[in-house]
């Protein structure tokens, strides 16, 4: 069993849609009623997931995966970057992220919104072994929210995809899967995941 360490139901959602066709039963910890904290203090992407793998994989005795995200504005910095959530405060909503940005944005022009989603993702076995990989997505910052698909800031991200000019709150799930940071990260680790899957993910006491 391989249990995704995420409390975030658009999470869960989007990174069953990429491991999609691989063999083994991929739950979430709301599958499972578990009530754990979910670590994210540290400076990097890799590390928040790597704390949220490893907590879950030790609680559960399981193989678990973890992934931490971020937006990273060229105009802002690289800001808001690894606290892209807690953007506008730790009770913020997405819309309140997304208000806050597009002000800090205001009167840059096309050429100075360059952007870019980044992500990584970590598989953590029961014994403790750690598996990390990361994606990129580049793109830009559009001047007001367009789309009611995805999640956090895709309604304001149109990203570098061929003959696609929307946000990614305009794509179809299946599409972002294709070409989203997060896709990118999760699918480097599917050769170690079909490696563990004959036929199931193990699990060990």
Same mark, same amino acid.
């Given at each position: 069993?391989?249990?995704?360490?995420?409390?975030?139901? /658009?999470?869960?959602?989007?990174?069953?849609?990429?491991?999609?066709?691989? &063999?083994?039963?991929?739950?979430?910890?709301?599958? $499972?009623?578990?009530?754990?904290?979910?670590?994210?203090?540290?400076?990097?992407?890799? +590390?928040?997931?790597?704390?949220?793998?490893?907590?879950?994989?030790? !609680? =559960?005795?399981?193989?678990?995966?973890?992934?931490?995200? +971020?937006?990273? #504005?060229?105009?802002?910095? *690289? +800001?808001? *970057?690894? %606290?892209? /959530?807690?953007?506008?405060?730790?009770?913020?909503?997405?819309?309140?992220?997304?208000?806050?940005?597009?002000?800090?944005?205001?009167?840059?022009?096309?050429?100075?919104?360059?952007? %870019?989603?980044?992500?990584?993702? #970590?598989? =953590?076995? &029961?014994?403790?072994?750690?598996? #990390?990989?990361?994606? %990129?997505?580049? +793109?830009?910052?559009?001047?007001?929210?367009?789309?009611?698909?995805?999640?956090?800031?895709?309604?304001?991200?149109?990203?570098?995809? &061929? !003959?696609?000019?929307?946000?990614?709150?305009?794509?179809?799930?299946?599409?972002?899967?294709?070409?989203? !940071?997060?896709?990118?990260?999760? %699918?480097? $680790?599917?050769?170690? $995941?079909?490696?563990?899957?004959?036929?199931?993910?193990? #699990? !060990?006491?």
């Amino acid at each position: 069993m391989l249990i995704l360490a995420t409390k975030n139901p /658009h999470k869960v959602a989007e990174i069953r849609l990429i491991l999609a066709g691989l &063999p083994g039963e991929v739950r979430s910890l709301a599958d $499972l009623g578990v009530e754990l904290p979910l670590p994210e203090e540290a400076d990097t992407y890799a +590390g928040n997931a790597r704390s949220k793998a490893v907590a879950v994989a030790t !609680h =559960c005795r399981t193989w678990a995966l973890a992934d931490d995200s +971020g937006l990273e #504005v060229d105009a802002l910095g *690289g +800001g808001p *970057g690894v %606290r892209s /959530h807690r953007f506008s405060g730790p009770e913020a909503g997405d819309r309140d992220n997304i208000s806050l940005l597009l002000s800090r944005l205001a009167g840059v022009p096309p050429s100075g919104r360059t952007a %870019r989603f980044r992500a990584a993702a #970590v598989l =953590c076995s &029961p014994r403790g072994e750690v598996w #990390v990989a990361e994606g %990129r997505w580049e +793109g830009f910052i559009a001047t007001g929210p367009r789309g009611t698909g995805g999640f956090g800031y895709d309604p304001v991200f149109i990203p570098r995809v &061929p !003959h696609w000019q929307g946000t990614v709150a305009e794509m179809e799930p299946a599409t972002k899967a294709v070409f989203s !940071h997060r896709g990118q990260a999760v %699918r480097a $680790l599917l050769p170690v $995941l079909r490696a563990l899957v004959s036929p199931a993910f193990p #699990v !060990h006491p």
